[in-house]
């Protein structure tokens, strides 16, 4: 079965620009959520979507949205990047939004 | 907030035992969960216990809570070298995750 799988895994972007991101969850997962990871904040939840509807949100601002598409993969947008932006994306899927949680590797973002 | 902490960082001999600590404030917290995260690599589930548990046990892990206390821990037995990596904490308060709480991680390092 294969896991998580997020793209890319690597990204460079400059102030000001725009991102989207992908993950795919695992074959039969519905619920996506999106983490973001930095040394000085830790992981923090952004967004969860299920059957194509944002079913939770986190504490971060409208520049940070996200969808699910109907085969349960998921994009998350960042509009107008900020040097704080620079972060590693962690997606995770679960069958249901149940506590069973599968990560994806991540993805590297870096705003210059 | 409600709060996660665990100390930054551990350092034993392989072979010996690894004692990793949590602490939590949210009185209820229903899951506990422990995740392994190694260089460039995503989370991975390495165990979770409910709250209504002291103890679990999964071959070499043994997740101790103490739900008075509001600790949690995670025992790895005879440690090698492959367990280095950074171990996170997590809570949750519902069946769906989305609101799942992290600490900041604990690296293990383990010398040969």
């Known amino acids: 079965k294969a896991g998580v799988t997020q793209t890319p895994r690597y990204l460079i972007k400059t102030r000001g620009q725009q991102v989207t991101l992908s993950c795919s969850p695992i074959?039969?997962?519905?619920?996506v959520s999106w983490y973001q990871q930095t040394p000085g904040q830790g992981l923090q939840f952004l967004f969860e979507?299920?059957?194509?509807?944002?079913?939770n949100k986190g504490n971060f601002p409208g520049r940070f949205s996200g969808r699910q598409f109907s085969n349960s993969r998921s994009e998350m947008n960042v509009s107008t990047l900020e040097l704080g932006d620079s972060a590693l994306y962690l997606c995770?899927?679960?069958?249901?939004?149940?506590?069973?949680?599968?990560f994806g590797p991540g993805t590297r973002l870096t705003v210059t | 907030g409600e709060d996660v902490e665990q100390s930054l960082f551990l350092s034993v001999r392989e072979g010996d035992s690894s004692v990793i600590n949590c602490t939590y404030t949210?009185?209820?917290?229903?899951?506990l969960y422990w995740y392994k995260q190694e260089p460039g690599a995503g989370l991975q589930l390495l165990t979770y216990?409910?709250?209504?548990?002291d103890m679990k046990q999964d071959q070499r892990l043994t997740v101790l809570l103490n739900k008075k206390d509001k600790h949690l821990s995670l025992r790895i037995a005879d440690t090698q070298t492959g367990d280095s990596a950074i171990y996170f904490c997590?809570?949750?308060?519902?069946?769906?995750?989305?609101?799942?709480?992290f600490g900041a991680g604990t690296r293990l390092t383990v010398k040969p």
């Open positions: 949210d009185s209820s917290s229903t899951y």
């Open positions: 979507y299920f059957s194509e509807t944002q079913r």
């Open positions: 997590a809570e949750s308060t519902r069946q769906n995750n989305n609101d799942m709480r």
């Open positions: 995770a899927s679960s069958l249901q939004g149940d506590h069973e949680q599968y």
């Open positions: 216990i409910f709250s209504n548990m």
């Open positions: 074959s039969g997962h519905r619920s």
